[in-house]
Every structure is written in structure tokens, then in C-alpha cells.
Nanobody, 124 residues
Framework: QVQLVEFGGGSVQAGGSLRLSCAAS????????MGWFRQAPGKEREFVAA????????RYANSVKGRGIMSRDNDKNTVYLQMNSLKLEDTAIYYC?????????????????WGQGTQVTVSS
């Protein structure tokens, strides 16, 4: 069935950058909205970014605006999250998600499929 696999996480210094990737299979990738969420210890899972099927509409959480860039490559069935100027509070497990639909992109309950997550740790 549907599989979403994240990679690219790791440990970085505050102020640094990284790029996460999510490879999707088992779905017609170009027909799905794709998103990134994250969950820090003791916190609820929160919306980070999402992009539409053709990437003509991309949304970002206020916490990453100006620092995060989401993109997708429909030929590779892959989405990316470039994170710049990383802060300590960016430390979290980052999850890839997929859904059909256009509304309520920032609501966890609106998403149909989830990856297992990849850890991002930002240190001072």
C-alpha cells in the first residue's frame, strides 16, 4: 500500500541548514497534496509545510516562514523540505504526510498517510 519514507535528518548546529526528503510509493504521487509535520518531545504534532499537486500552492507554518522551503519532484515521487537558519526549537521528529484535498492543510486529522519520521536535532 502507501509508503512514505523520510530521510535526511541528523544533528546540525544552530544557524545551519539541512534538507529532508520523503520518497512516496503506492500512490499516484502527482495527485496528492504533500506535507511536512514535526513533533517535539512533550508537544503535539504540528504543521510545518504543505504543497499542492503541482506545487502552485505552498503553505508554511509561521514558525518556519522565511526559513523553510518545500518543493516536490513528481518525476521522482519525492518531496523536500529545505530548512535554513535552524534554531534549537526546530528539534523534532519530522514526518512526511499525504492527502487528497485542498482545505485544512494544517490539521493533523486531515491527512491520510504518514511516514515514520526522521529525527532533526539542532544544537548550540
Amino acid at each position: 500500500q502507501v509508503q512514505l519514507v523520510e530521510f535526511g535528518g541528523g544533528s546540525v548546529q544552530a544557524g545551519g541548514s539541512l534538507r529532508l526528503s520523503c520518497a512516496a510509493s503506492g500512490l499516484t504521487f502527482s495527485r496528492y497534496t504533500m506535507g511536512w509535520f514535526r513533533q517535539a518531545p512533550g508537544k503535539e504534532r504540528e504543521f510545518v509545510a504543505a504543497t499542492s499537486r503541482t506545487a502552485d500552492n505552498t503553505r508554511y507554518a509561521n514558525s518556519v516562514k522565511g526559513r523553510g522551503i518545500m518543493s516536490r519532484d513528481n518525476d521522482k515521487n519525492t518531496v523536500y523540505l529545505q530548512m535554513n537558519s535552524l534554531k534549537l526549537e526546530d528539534t523534532a521528529i519530522y514526518y512526511c504526510a499525504a492527502r487528497q484535498g485542498l482545505m485544512d492543510w494544517d490539521r493533523v486529522s486531515s491527512w491520510d498517510y504518514w511516514g515514520q519520521g526522521t529525527q532533526v536535532t539542532v544544537s548550540s
